[in-house]
């Protein structure tokens, strides 16, 4: 999902869902005379990946269920105890996108107007939703924006999916929420930028006309046929065409040609937050 409190939870709080599934994860693992340190071992998850989910910070990944079914003897328990709790807060047609998007070895995306879900911040998150759905309550609103939060446990696993994203220059330009909460989420594409996993480029308006104006994500993987994923008035699309694969990979290229580099894609981001800062100035 593209595009959440007076925010109903701090960022480092945890729905109430997520925090059943790390309780289950603690009672099965002291019941076992496991450390946080030796359940994780075995699937190459440290010992403060382990406490997170057990914390509720983090579901984790269905690797790591997959992992806790395994050592606990438990076939399939703790796989649909994540499924229930990584579907809590999102739309029912949004879910086939979400599995195939936890288990990508690539997520190549575009965005032409609105940062991706996977790397928005809790406020440009909570700006969005309030603007989408007024009429929510703000308990509501608080279990959409953890929903959102929590797609960014993909990019901690063990073996994150290499995270590619094209931003047209209308992210930056759209001020959502304020001059502060695009600062903040500027900063927060800045630091995801750092990783070797995540590569950022933006696209701007002196390119001219784009090879496309609609948003769209490209998922790969290993095991299985890549697949397309675009949205429409609130709802979205999974495609497994092998022509509109192509075609979509195609397109992807071309913004690739047009946006500028990485290098100066961050340099871009910089001066947009020096820009946003200066509007606050007296």
């Excluded at 289950?24 to 403060?48: D, H, N």
């Excluded at 949004?94 to 995306?109: K, S, V």
Aim: hydrophobic letters at 35%; a negative charge; charged letters at 30%.
């Amino acid at each position: 999902m593209r595009g959440s409190c007076a925010l109903a939870k701090s960022p480092n709080s945890s729905d109430s869902r997520g925090s059943e599934y790390g309780t289950e994860v603690r009672e099965w693992r002291l019941s076992r005379g496991l450390s946080q340190r030796e359940l994780g071992a075995g699937a190459r998850y440290g010992q403060s990946y382990v406490a997170m989910v057990e914390s509720g910070d983090r579901i984790g990944s269905p690797e790591f269920a997959a992992h806790c079914d395994e050592v606990f003897g438990t076939p399939g328990t703790f796989m649909r105890l994540w499924k229930r709790a990584s579907r809590r807060g999102h739309p029912e047609w949004f879910l086939p996108y979400l599995e195939l998007e936890a288990r990508a070895t690539e997520i190549l995306d575009f965005s032409s107007y609105l940062v991706n879900g996977i790397l928005q911040t809790e406020k440009y998150a909570h700006s969005l939703f309030r603007a989408a759905y007024p009429r929510d309550e703000l308990a509501t609103t608080a279990e959409k924006v953890a929903a959102r939060l929590r797609r960014r446990d993909v990019l901690d696993k063990d073996r994150p999916p290499l995270l590619w994203m094209i931003l047209d220059e209308s992210c930056l330009r759209r001020t959502v929420g304020g001059s502060a909460i695009m600062r903040e989420q500027a900063a927060h594409l800045m630091d995801a930028a750092e990783s070797p996993h995540v590569t950022l480029q933006l696209l701007p308006f002196n390119t001219g006309a784009p090879p496309t104006g609609e948003s769209f994500t490209l998922l790969k993987f290993e095991d299985s046929p890549n697949v397309l994923y675009t949205e429409a008035q609130g709802m979205g699309r999974v495609i497994d065409s092998s022509a509109k694969v192509a075609r979509a990979g195609e397109l992807y290229d071309r913004l690739r040609a047009d946006a500028l580099s990485p290098e100066e894609s961050l340099s871009q981001l910089r001066k947009s937050m020096e820009e946003l800062r200066d509007e606050n100035t007296p």
